[in-house]
Nanobody, 122 residues
Framework: QVQLVESGGGLVQPGGSLRLSCAAS????????MAWYRQAPGKERELVAA???????NYVDSVKGRFTISRDNSKTMVWLQMDSLKSEDTAVYYC????????????????WGQGTLVTVSS
């Protein structure tokens, strides 16, 4: 079994910063993509940023230049540094990982964290 545990959400004023963390644990052979999604009230979940095991990074246009995704060398942790936050960034942020688990990575899993609330408000 594989788990993702997120931390770092909270209340911040417009223009402020927050840093989200996500740690993967469990029966992990390797992890391909790790990503952050978000879901605002009344809206569908959307991809915010993703980083592959090869280091390739993608961002949704609305956060380019403000958010930075990073991953550690062990590739089991991912962070999202969020700067110049706007009210429209308010959402529940979810960590996602595409995990190869089991013996020799025989099991392909899509794993989600429990979500952490980010509220941007004055």
């Amino acid at each position: 079994q594989v788990q993702l545990v997120e931390s770092g959400g909270g209340l911040v004023q417009p223009g402020g910063s927050l840093r989200l963390s996500c740690a993967a644990s469990g029966s992990i052979f390797s992890i391909n993509t790790m990503a952050w999604y978000r879901q605002a009230p009344g809206k569908e979940r959307e991809l915010v940023a993703a980083v592959g095991s090869d280091g390739m990074i993608n961002y949704v246009d609305s956060v380019k230049g403000r958010f930075t995704i990073s991953r550690d060398n062990s590739k089991t942790m991912v962070w999202l540094q969020m700067d110049s936050l706007k009210s429209e960034d308010t959402a529940v942020y979810y960590c996602y990982a595409n995990v190869l688990g089991g013996s020799g990575g025989s099991t392909d899993l899509a794993v989600w964290g429990q979500g952490t609330l980010v509220t941007v408000s004055s």
